[in-house]
């Protein structure tokens, strides 16, 4: 009987780290420089299956911070992308894959981008 209770509650206790992990976040370091400072900078999360979310913003460059990821956008189904805009110049954007964030959220690497902005007329 005794084993019976340890094997109920082992399978309890492995189903409940086994759901918790399943819903865990990342923290992601995100570094957004421009050319020049001072573009607003947004974020969003693309999926091939439901779409896109809406924008997020981030701050203005020069942009140092970290967001919170949900380990089951870190696949190559997701894609993040971020945006920089200032007035006069070119809206610009780039896309890191699920994959790619994931790696940039292990270790001592981030997610890191400086576009050389472009006026517009130019």
């Known amino acids: 009987m005794h084993y ?7 399978v309890v206790s492995f189903s409940v780290l086994l ?3 399943c819903s865990s976040t990342r923290n992601v370091p995100i570094t ?8 607003q900078v947004m ?27 949900s380990s089951k956008h870190l696949n190559n189904k997701y894609s993040f ?6 007035e006069g110049y ?7 894959s699920g994959l790619q964030v994931k790696d940039a959220s292990e270790g001592d690497n981030r997610i890191y981008w400086n576009p050389k902005l472009v006026e517009i007329g130019q």
């Open 43 to 69: 974020l969003k999360l693309k999926s091939g299956q439901t779409g896109q979310t809406d924008w997020v913003y981030l701050g203005n460059t020069p942009l140092t911070t970290q967001r919170k990821v």
């Open 90 to 96: 070119s809206d610009q954007a780039k896309e890191w």
């Open 4 to 10: 019976s209770n340890a094997f109920n509650l082992a």
């Open 32 to 39: 957004v420089q421009s050319d020049p400072l001072g573009a």
């Open 81 to 86: 992308v971020v945006q920089v805009m200032k």
């Open 19 to 21: 759901l918790g992990a």
